[in-house]
């Protein structure tokens, strides 16, 4: 049976906000939510931020200047001391490691970074839990339509998967779902995917537009996706899991862009305080 957090989502407004409305850094909200959490909820979680450790994760392997990410579930000492003992990491870390320590490519033509993220949504997209299953498989055709509008200016039809990277549709498409294929085989302006995914128009429409406004579409896109996921979870993890996700969202635009980032924190917190009010009796 699905476990109720009352007090906690009710109360998640003050655990982002001081006095001058300014955001509690995503990683105290971390603390705060595995301290309440059961073992398995926080579980989710944890799997929310995967993301975040495969990039960091990255990083360290080829030693960019990419500043590491401290939102991830490990840190860059245990990250670092996991890449040679990787039995605690996920299996999906596990097999991308072991290939690279065998100087191996599990998807010939893919980067490094790719061939991560193929198998991190193999992974998550059958997860049994159906909130992030079905996050994580719209994250993967959301990913895979930016990728193919991107690449689809004078691009003829695809007959066959060459072995150039300069292919980019047929090298930067992950996974092979339904969705993938269609974005390797349809010349059809919609990609053939109109009843399959309803919001690939408001995409379409959204890439005619300047990049800032593509980039706001794209994440109203996902926060309403959030909102219908969690719709009916109310107090239970699902909630908790969308906030996450949306936090992450707000955390993103405070950086890029100051304004927007804050419409966004002040649409989430009014979410809450509207939508959730603790039962009788609790």
């Given at each position: 049976m699905a476990r109720n957090y009352y007090y906690f989502v009710s109360?998640?407004?003050?655990?982002?906000?001081d006095e001058d409305k300014n955001l509690v850094p995503f990683e105290v909200f971390m603390q705060e939510a595995e301290e309440e959490l059961s073992k398995k909820d926080t579980e989710i979680i944890r799997a929310i931020r995967l993301p975040i450790d495969n990039a960091?994760?990255?990083g360290i392997l080829q030693s960019t200047s990419a500043k590491f990410d401290p939102r991830g579930n490990l840190s860059k000492d245990q990250l670092t001391s996991s890449i040679k003992n990787p039995e605690t990491?996920?299996?999906?870390?596990q097999l991308f490691l072991?290939?690279?320590?065998?100087?191996?490519?599990?998807?010939?033509?893919?980067?490094?970074?790719?061939?991560?993220?193929?198998l991190f949504f193999d992974w998550i997209t059958g997860?049994?839990?159906?909130?992030?299953?079905?996050?994580?498989?719209?994250?993967?055709?959301?990913?895979?339509?930016?990728?193919?509008?991107?690449?689809?200016?004078?691009?003829?039809?695809?007959?066959?998967?060459?072995?150039?990277?300069?292919?980019p549709t047929a090298f930067t498409v992950i996974g092979r779902n339904e969705v993938a294929e269609a974005f390797l085989r349809s010349t059809?302006?919609?990609?053939g995917l109109s009843s399959t995914?309803?919001?690939i128009e408001r995409i379409l429409t959204l890439s005619k537009g300047n990049l800032t406004d593509f980039e706001k579409g794209i994440d109203q896109l996902r926060w309403d996706t959030l909102d219908e996921l969690s719709a009916f979870s109310y107090f239970q993890i699902e909630t908790i899991a969308a906030f996450t996700i949306k936090l992450l969202m707000v955390e993103r635009w405070l950086r890029l862009d100051p304004t927007v980032g804050k419409e966004k924190l002040?649409?989430?917190?009014?979410?809450?305080?509207?939508?959730?009010?603790?039962?009788?009796?609790?």
């Open positions: 109360g998640l407004p003050d655990l982002f906000l960091n994760l990255i990491l996920p299996e999906y870390m072991q290939a690279q320590s065998e100087n191996r490519d599990l998807f010939p033509g893919l980067i490094a970074e790719d061939q991560l993220n193929w997860h049994k839990n159906e909130f992030l299953s079905s996050w994580f498989t719209f994250e993967l055709n959301l990913r895979n339509v930016l990728t193919a509008i991107n690449c689809r200016k004078n691009l003829e039809h695809i007959d066959e998967v060459g072995t150039d990277r300069d292919r059809a302006p919609d990609f995914l309803p919001w002040d649409r989430l917190i009014e979410e809450l305080k509207s939508s959730y009010s603790v039962p009788a009796g609790f």
